[in-house]
């Protein structure tokens, strides 16, 4: 297992070189710069900024500098948000992204798993259908549907909860982690209901059944347990991405995280905050699928990772 998790940091760091690299020359493909994008300065004035900054050197000596302070953990400084670094601006809105993110996650996967279960020991009933509808509708309609429908219902048409904004605590959490729940909660019940399916129609049930256990070690100790290792496969990268701040509920809601912060860069061509937000995701992710796999052998004790290979 040592030496696995060993080789898989390493493909971690030759991962994220390759992350950042494209993601500097995608930057540096892109018209215009983040100087002149949103200032007025004459010509003169911005020539003065660029060579501040480092922008008129030759590409190559921006990309090793970039690479070079990266290496030290510096992502640079933002040149729309008043220079400020862009490590303490992630960090400034992680607070609330987390919050949502895991609010939703947490909720979403709850629920998911409830009706999945529910769908899959009572299959073909109203029960399974049911818990199969909310499924589908969770997974086809996009999350800012579902804002701006609970928008109008709780915030508007009944005043329950704030329309948007961070300013009442709790309050303001519900409705963006309600809407962003709506994927992991679908995901959840597909997932569960149809492994759990498989599971209770294999030969190793029977036999448990057989020896006189009952119906809930048949359901929790033996069919929940296999279904969960293809749930945590898709779950990884679905919580990393509702973790690190949601584009656009984050906008809708306006709260003050790291999807809306990004939105902002894109917008004003902001590229040390726009390539340090990819590369925070990138690692966010990278570490989430690695937990995932070590994860495999603690779910189901017969997955053994060696060398590399499960």
């Known amino acids: 297992m040592a030496k696995y998790i060993v080789k898989r ?46 922008l008129d050197q030759p590409l190559p000596v921006q990309y090793g500098k970039y690479m070079l302070n990266l290496v030290q953990g510096d ?109 992991p909660l679908a995901t959840a019940a597909r997932f569960i209901r149809t492994e759990m399916i498989e599971v209770l129609s294999s030969d190793y049930i029977t ?17 929940f347990r296999n279904a969960l290792i293809p749930l945590v496969t898709v779950l990884g990268p679905l919580a990393a991405g509702l973790l690190t701040g949601s584009l656009v509920i984050e906008n809708i809601f306006a ?9 902002k860069a894109i917008m004003v061509s902001d590229f040390s905050v726009i390539m340090g937000t990819t590369l925070f995701f990138s690692v966010f992710l990278i570490f989430v699928i690695l937990v995932v796999d070590i994860l495999y052998g603690i779910i189901d004790p017969r997955i053994r990772l060696s060398g590399g290979n499960s």
């Open 9 to 54: 940091v390493f493909y971690m760091f030759i991962t994220l070189f390759l992350i950042a690299t494209a993601t500097f020359f995608l930057m540096k493909t892109l018209p215009g710069s983040p100087i002149s994008s949103a200032s007025k300065l004459n010509p003169q004035q911005l020539a003065v900024v660029e060579a501040k900054y480092g």
């Open 255 to 263: 709260i003050p995280g790291i999807g809306e912060q990004f939105v």
């Open 207 to 223: 036999l448990a059944k057989s020896k006189g256990a009952s119906s809930f070690e048949v359901a929790f100790k033996h069919a």
């Open 75 to 183: 992502l640079g400084n933002s040149y729309q948000f008043k220079g400020a670094d862009v490590t303490d601006l992630i960090i400034s809105r992680l607070g609330p992204s987390f919050i949502l993110g895991a609010q939703g996650l947490i909720l979403g996967v709850a629920i998911g798993i409830i009706l999945g279960m529910i769908a899959a020991l009572k299959q073909n009933t109203i029960w399974d259908y049911g818990s199969t509808f909310i499924a589908i509708i969770g997974i086809s309609i996009p999350s800012f549907v579902f804002a701006t429908f609970l928008q109008y219902w709780l915030a508007i048409k009944w005043e329950l909860l704030p329309v948007a904004l961070w300013d009442d605590g709790w309050k303001s959490s519900i409705m963006p982690s309600i809407a962003l729940a709506m994927g």
